[in-house]
């Protein structure tokens, strides 16, 4: 099953991650689960690996903040099969 692209996700990342350029990995799992037409897509827990997409200046002290792509890595056992 496809996720159609701009579906929100919301993904806990495992550590910390200091934004420095597009492209740069990062790593998270799923906290809520992902629907696709009333279909369960992604379980919460499931693991993901993603990338920085574009990165944006936060005017407060010269932070930036990353936008991020997302690849599903594994779905936990827990969940069975995706029918």
């Given at each position: 099953m496809t996720v159609p692209t701009g579906t929100p996700m919301k993904v806990a990342l495992d550590q910390?991650?200091?934004?420095?350029k597009v492209g740069q990995a990062v790593h998270g799992k799923v906290v809520d689960p992902v629907y696709a037409f009333d279909k369960l897509a992604v379980p919460a827990g499931t693991d993901v690996v993603g990338k920085i997409s574009a990165i944006d200046r936060v005017p407060k002290k010269g932070r930036h903040r990353g936008r991020h792509e997302w690849r599903v890595l594994a779905f936990p056992a827990s969940a069975g099969r995706l029918q």
């Amino acid at each position: 099953m496809t996720v159609p692209t701009g579906t929100p996700m919301k993904v806990a990342l495992d550590q910390e991650v200091r934004v420095r350029k597009v492209g740069q990995a990062v790593h998270g799992k799923v906290v809520d689960p992902v629907y696709a037409f009333d279909k369960l897509a992604v379980p919460a827990g499931t693991d993901v690996v993603g990338k920085i997409s574009a990165i944006d200046r936060v005017p407060k002290k010269g932070r930036h903040r990353g936008r991020h792509e997302w690849r599903v890595l594994a779905f936990p056992a827990s969940a069975g099969r995706l029918q």
